[in-house]
């Protein structure tokens, strides 16, 4: 075995809430296992056939993943929603057609960490 290959992560490793699943893991929880993420947001959508429902594209290093908020979400979480720039969700993985959406019911805003990432660090000489 070469040491240049990455080993895979034993089975149920992945990352459990409140800590971040970072995308490219999305495929090792099994379907309606409850994951959190984080990342920019990249996209809202609000389809009007969409019976309610929005669609968050979140970005992290890793890659995307599929948000999808019901109303009754929504309603709960709708400042983070609409003004998030830097989300962390908390909800159930889906998975159809090869697609994996995370199916939200806890959202929160994070965007005030990314003020800290244009502050000069105190401990920079």
């Not at 290959?5 to 090792?28: G, M």
């Not at 959190?36 to 996209?43: E, I, M, Q, W, Y």
């Not at 969700?89 to 990314?114: F, K, M, N, P, Y």
């Amino acid at each position: 075995m070469s040491d240049w290959l990455i080993p895979t992560p034993p089975p149920n490793s992945w990352p459990k809430p409140p800590h971040a699943l970072p995308a490219a893991r999305l495929n090792e929880p099994s379907v309606g296992a409850r994951v959190c993420v984080a990342g920019l947001v990249l996209v809202r959508q609000r389809p009007g056939t969409a019976k309610g429902v929005i669609f968050v594209t979140l970005e992290d290093e890793t890659g995307t993943c599929n948000v999808m908020v019901w109303a009754k979400v929504f309603e709960k979480f709708r400042r983070a929603v609409i003004a998030g720039r830097l989300l962390r969700v908390t909800g159930r993985l889906q998975r159809e057609a090869g697609v994996v959406h995370l199916l939200a019911d806890q959202i929160e805003d994070l965007s005030s960490l990314l003020d800290l990432l244009i502050k000069p660090h105190a401990a920079s000489p």
